[in-house]
């Protein structure tokens, strides 16, 4: 069983979603959601941008670390990018 502080180089695609204040030990206030997989954004350098910019689509590289389940992303890097699903029909 791992002890929660091993951490996995990652690329994360989705959306920027806002968390409930005060739901996360981390302080993380946003996650990003890849397939109905929640990453929670540890709030510290580019992670603390990603504040501004809910609802859009981004790719993230950075550190994974999961603890009690939870999955966490510390933000080395992040784009936006263009969402053009809804011109699918």
């Known amino acids: 069983m791992l002890d929660g502080m091993s951490t996995t ?6 959306y920027v979603v806002a968390l409930p ?6 302080q993380a ?3 990003i959601l890849q397939d109905d997989v929640e990453y929670r954004v ?7 941008d990603l ?7 981004v790719e993230v590289t950075g550190l994974e670390e999961e603890s ?6 510390m933000v080395r890097g992040y784009k936006t ?6 011109l699918e029909e």
Request: net charge neutral; no cysteine.
């Open 9 to 14: 180089s990652v690329t994360v695609k989705g």
């Open 21 to 26: 204040r005060a739901v996360d030990a981390r």
């Open 29 to 31: 206030r946003v996650a």
């Open 42 to 48: 540890v709030p510290r350098g580019a992670g603390a």
């Open 51 to 57: 504040d501004n910019v809910i609802s859009a689509l």
């Open 68 to 73: 009690e389940g939870i999955r966490y992303v």
């Open 81 to 86: 990018l263009e969402d053009d699903s809804w």
